[in-house]
């Protein structure tokens, strides 16, 4: 009897620590879903009345995912005030990848407004690539200027060279509008700066004198223009302006200078090789007269010995030698004294 009042007693106990433990189960659940709902309820609040369709669940959901839920449900409200159509999920899955939602969700607006076709998947794919997609829906909308040089990259204008030789240089300013179709993959304003500055170079060039550029400075623009500079470029130009043409050096007379120095240095050079050549042949002749000068008493007492040669004829040699030296001697200019 006591073992059964025992075992009685053991199962009130059981039973109490039981309830005990759901009861405290209970107890934090609504714990945490009151300061769940103390955290939410402003959020689900804001996106009930404005008809975003975010539910309370959702909020969590995003809480456990680490998402920013202040910044997707803001999104969903400016795209339902705008009249989009955008799903939570698609708000979701663009901010895990790192995505910029409201400046998707504004470019989207700005684009609606504007009457350009842009799909959420096109914006998200362009914020994805590191463009700014509202700054490209903007100069869709209103189109921009690039000076050409940049100013930044430390050059003010394109230098070239008409076939006078005078150089001229050039500011040119290209009014864009962004292409939504090339924007992703599309080549930058760098691209375009550069074909343009390019143009110029090649317009000038061709020019049979600077005056006629200077006469008629669209004429740039023109050919410039129709070389259809933006293929391939997340661009569309729609115009090119030269806003301003000097005059600069006279190249074609500098080179020629330099060409004629250059010619007069090569001519010194061919001079003073043959006049060195000249000396070297006169010291070889010098040797050759004195190699033959050193024969002549050899020949002479050659000539003594066969009977060739007499006394007075060497005494009528030695006469004409005497004669000679004093001649050249008398023929000498005199040095000035000092």
């Not at 189960?25 to 689900?44: D, M, S, T």
């Not at 998200?124 to 189109?143: E, F, Y």
């Not at 060497?314 to 001697?329: C, H, L, P, Q, V």
Request: hydrophobic share 50%; with cysteine; glycine share 6%.
């Amino acid at each position: 009897m006591q073992e059964l009042n025992g075992l009685i007693i053991g199962a009130a106990d059981a039973v109490k620590v039981i309830g005990v433990t759901l009861l405290v189960i209970l107890v934090l659940a609504v714990l945490v879903f009151f300061l769940l709902f103390l955290k939410f309820f402003r959020l689900w609040l804001q996106a009930k009345l404005s008809r975003a369709d975010i539910k309370f669940v959702e909020l969590i959901g995003m809480w456990l995912r680490k998402v920013n839920s202040l910044v997707i449900v803001r999104s969903k409200i400016m795209a339902v005030q705008a009249g989009l159509v955008l799903t939570t999920k698609d708000l979701e899955s663009h901010y895990l990848a790192r995505g910029n939602v409201p400046n998707v969700v504004r470019a989207l607006i700005a684009a609606n407004r504007a009457n350009i076709d842009l799909t959420f998947k096109t914006a998200t794919a362009i914020d994805l690539a590191g463009r700014d997609i509202l700054g490209a829906v903007t100069t869709s909308v209103k189109p921009k200027v690039i000076d050409c040089p940049n100013p930044s990259k430390g050059r003010d204008t394109v230098d070239a060279v008409a076939q006078d030789g005078i150089q001229l240089k050039a500011k040119a300013r290209v009014t864009v509008r962004m292409n939504m179709d090339r924007l992703v993959g599309g080549a930058t304003e760098e691209t375009i700066i550069a074909r343009v500055g390019e143009g110029i170079v090649t317009t000038i060039g061709s020019a049979i004198t600077y005056k006629a550029v200077l006469e008629n400075p669209d004429n740039i623009s023109k050919a410039v223009l129709e070389k259809g500079l933006d293929a391939g470029t997340a661009f569309e130009i729609l115009s090119i302006d030269i806003a301003d043409v000097d005059v600069g050096e006279n190249v074609g007379a500098q080179l020629q200078a330099a060409q004629a120095e250059a010619d007069m240095r090569r001519a010194k050079a061919e001079a003073e090789k043959r006049r060195a050549m000249a000396v070297a042949r006169e010291q070889e002749m010098k040797a050759l007269v004195v190699e033959n000068e050193s024969k002549v008493p050899l020949a002479m007492a050659e000539a003594f010995k066969k009977g060739n040669l007499g006394v007075m004829d060497y005494y009528r040699m030695k006469n004409i030698s005497a004669d000679t030296g004093m001649r050249e001697s008398i023929g000498k200019p005199k040095k000035k004294e000092e």
